[in-house]
């Protein structure tokens, strides 16, 4: 079997959205975008309850490796909205925890998919909650490849921090963009283990700003209640904003839809053959007799049978 998406930086370089050929999955989870121009400020929040569980049913995750993909995704899905038109992200977590590599990806209209490496792992709560930074764990690395629309991505590594995505981002977006950011995620899982509220929110200035009223601004971020107690409050996107911008005005500039989709087919799974080259695929061929290439996004695998191949190598160089 063919991982279909083992090379981040191939995959954003070679796979490019059409919303002709995507599967679209319907949710209600929507990210709303606001600007506040006086304080030099912007905010995103978002919430992706439905997509969370779409993702952890394609792959069957387990109640741990579910919360981590949660939020991985709801994390993807604020870096994606800081995007242009047509740009993509991926990020990427590599911990010494158990969970394995989450990879994520997302684009500027509010589309998203993951995978775990480890979708069967279930640790025990911590304090209630879901024991993420346990799973990914505290020594590893943070990737950030960005698909700007120029000649090669854009790729930045930094050191994971907590293993919770939040954290890291933060880290990532203050210390290697050199943006001053907050970013906030929660999740919560019933006794089953299910996601019953995923959602978060990132703060960031925008230059000029006043570095005092900034500083205000976080330390009013700092001091809200626990993501998590706002998610059992019942607390939406819009509610997060108003709290930390409370006393500033703001401009809604967006409210945009957010929800999973692969784009994988038969035709990229085909391209991802030809990239082996002659001699791989013939070596493939002559011992195997057939290829399957699976998707790790969404778990569909495509079938390559003896006559494909050789119909694919006689069309190549």
Do not use: W
Not at 1 to 16: N, W
Not at 248 to 276: D, F, G, H, I, Q
Request: net charge negative; aromatic share 6%; charged share 25%.
């Amino acid at each position: 079997m063919i991982d279909l998406y083992a090379d981040i930086r191939f995959q954003l370089k070679t796979d490019v959205f059409a919303y002709s050929d995507i599967v679209e999955v319907t949710v209600g989870d929507y990210l709303i975008r606001v600007i506040a121009k006086e304080a030099g400020m912007r905010g995103l929040a978002c919430v992706t309850t439905e997509l969370a569980n779409e993702a952890a049913r394609r792959h069957d995750a387990a109640p741990t490796a579910a919360a981590a993909l949660a939020q991985s995704l709801t994390g993807g899905a604020l870096m994606g909205a800081l995007l242009k038109v047509q740009q993509r992200i991926a990020l990427k977590l590599e911990g010494s925890g158990p969970v394995g590599k989450i990879l994520v990806e997302s684009d500027a209209y509010g589309r998203l998919r993951g995978y775990v490496g480890n979708p069967d792992l279930n640790l025990p709560l911590v304090n209630g909650q879901p024991n993420i930074g346990g799973a990914v764990g505290d020594i590893g690395k943070l990737t950030v490849v960005r698909d700007l629309k120029l000649k090669e991505p854009v790729e930045s590594v930094v050191p994971l921090q907590t293993g919770t995505i939040d954290a890291d981002l933060t880290f990532f977006l203050n210390q290697s963009e050199q943006v001053l950011s907050a970013v906030e995620i929660g999740v919560l899982t019933d006794e089953s283990g299910q996601v019953t509220a995923a959602a978060g929110f990132l703060v960031q200035a925008l230059p000029p700003y006043d570095e005092k009223t900034i500083q205000q601004m976080i330390a009013r971020v700092q001091d809200l209640p626990h993501i998590e107690k706002l998610l059992r409050d019942g607390e939406r996107p819009e509610d997060m904003l108003a709290l930390i911008f409370t006393g500033v005005a703001y401009e809604v500039l967006e409210k945009r839809e957010l929800r999973y989709e692969c784009t994988c087919s038969r035709e990229r799974s085909e391209k991802a053959l030809v990239n082996l080259g002659r001699e791989g695929l013939q070596n493939l061929l002559d011992t195997e007799g057939e290829a399957v290439v699976n998707c790790q996004f969404c778990g569909e695998q495509y079938l390559f049978d003896a006559d494909d191949l050789e119909l694919i190598l006689a069309g190549m160089p």
